[in-house]
């Protein structure tokens, strides 16, 4: 089933910036802005075509493009305050992880918010055991 851009295209023209986030430890990542997201469609929708996005976006360096992605959590909305950690915070996962079911909107993804993207496996063990490499 693909996705095409015009999937994310919305009346609202969102914009939402995705933190691709390949180390935790090392705190390595990248930020990839999307405009026009439609706010409308699934979280299961929108990682599904940032996934396919990803691997043809010119700029990233090909440790990027070829990451098993599969998780986002909110970082920051706009006018909210920020947190605390450099790559991620590591509470609230709860409220903060989006579900895949749920539509970005459901989620509280709103324009301007910022979401990480990573392996959900990854920042488990991170999780257990938040030591950065640098």
Same mark, same amino acid.
């Given at each position: ?17 995705? #933190?691709?986030? %390949?180390?935790?430890?090392? #705190? @390595? ?5 999307? =405009?026009?997201? @439609?706010? +409308? *469609?699934?979280? !299961? ?5 940032? *996934?396919?996005?990803?691997?043809? %976006? ?6 990027? !493009? /070829? ?8 970082? =920051? ?14 509470? $609230? $996962? $709860? !409220? ?8 970005? !909107?459901?989620?509280?993804?709103? @324009? ?9 496996? +990854?920042? %488990? /063990?991170?999780?257990? /055991? ?5």
């Amino acid at each position: 089933m693909g996705y095409s851009k015009s999937v994310l295209m919305s009346a609202e023209s969102s914009t939402i910036t995705v #933190r691709l986030v %390949r180390s935790f430890e090392h #705190r @390595n990542f990248r930020p990839v802005v999307y =405009h026009g997201v @439609n706010l +409308d *469609q699934t979280v !299961k929708q929108f990682i599904s075509f940032v *996934q396919k996005d990803v691997p043809s %976006r010119a700029g990233l360096p090909p440790p990027f !493009k /070829n990451y098993k992605y599969d998780t986002m959590k909110i970082i =920051h909305q706009a006018h909210k305050s920020k947190t605390g950690e450099l790559v991620v915070s590591l509470e $609230d $996962d $709860d !409220k903060l992880i989006l579900k895949e079911e749920s539509t970005l !909107k459901a989620a509280g993804v709103a @324009n301007e918010t910022e979401l990480a993207f990573f392996c959900e496996e +990854d920042y %488990r /063990n991170y999780k257990a /055991n938040p030591v950065s490499a640098w």
